[in-house]
């Protein structure tokens, strides 16, 4: 009976543990410098000009914190706000606030480092899978990273 009840207790209190969070991260290695591909990246609404994804990008300011609206082709958009942003270091921060996509609790890292070759980018996200499983979750930012990545690719060379 003893047994019973702390097994009991043990998958109430594991269905009480908050989901764990997703990790993605993809990069890329371009043959250019670090400084140049940053360039290419451009500002917070830079993206508009690499991601194929992304019809445009509307920058805008909420309690003194840069946010975007990205319009996404086909339809659908996605409010993001930047979290910190470091020209010296080449990265940046952002968050999710609004988004049609299967996530929550996003937190996503984009940064360029000099290499022997040129440079490598990596996109890397945190998150919680909504709607979907953890794999299906990681396969939709993941593919957003990709082609993000070939974007920049394409734009620094």
């Given at each position: 009976?003893?047994?019973?009840?702390?097994?009991?207790?043990?998958?109430?209190?594991?269905?009480?543990l908050?989901?764990?969070?997703?990790?993605?991260?993809?990069?890329?290695?371009?043959?250019?410098?670090?400084?140049?591909?940053?360039?290419?990246?451009?500002?917070?609404?830079?993206?508009a000009?690499?991601?194929?994804?992304?019809?445009?990008?509307?920058?805008?300011?909420?309690?003194?914190?840069?946010?975007?609206?990205?319009?996404?082709?086909?339809?659908?958009?996605?409010?993001?706000?930047?979290?910190?942003?470091?020209?010296?270091?080449?990265?940046?921060?952002?968050?999710?606030v609004e988004?049609?996509?299967?996530?929550?609790?996003?937190?996503s890292?984009?940064?360029?480092?000099?290499?022997?070759?040129?440079?490598?980018?990596?996109?890397?996200?945190?998150?919680?899978?909504k709607?979907?499983?953890?794999?299906?979750?990681?396969?939709?930012?993941?593919?957003?990273?990709?082609?993000?990545?070939?974007?920049?690719?394409?734009?620094?060379?």
């Amino acid at each position: 009976m003893v047994k019973t009840l702390i097994l009991a207790a043990a998958l109430t209190a594991a269905g009480a543990l908050p989901a764990l969070a997703v990790d993605v991260s993809r990069s890329a290695e371009i043959k250019a410098p670090a400084a140049t591909v940053w360039s290419a990246i451009g500002d917070f609404c830079g993206i508009a000009n690499w991601h194929p994804a992304i019809e445009k990008c509307e920058i805008s300011t909420k309690d003194g914190v840069q946010m975007r609206t990205l319009t996404l082709k086909g339809g659908g958009t996605i409010v993001e706000q930047q979290q910190d942003r470091n020209d010296d270091d080449l990265n940046y921060r952002y968050i999710i606030v609004e988004s049609p996509l299967p996530v929550e609790d996003y937190v996503s890292t984009i940064e360029v480092e000099p290499i022997e070759t040129g440079s490598k980018v990596t996109w890397s996200g945190t998150f919680k899978a909504k709607g979907v499983d953890d794999a299906k979750a990681a396969e939709v930012i993941a593919g957003i990273y990709e082609a993000g990545l070939k974007g920049i690719t394409d734009k620094a060379k």
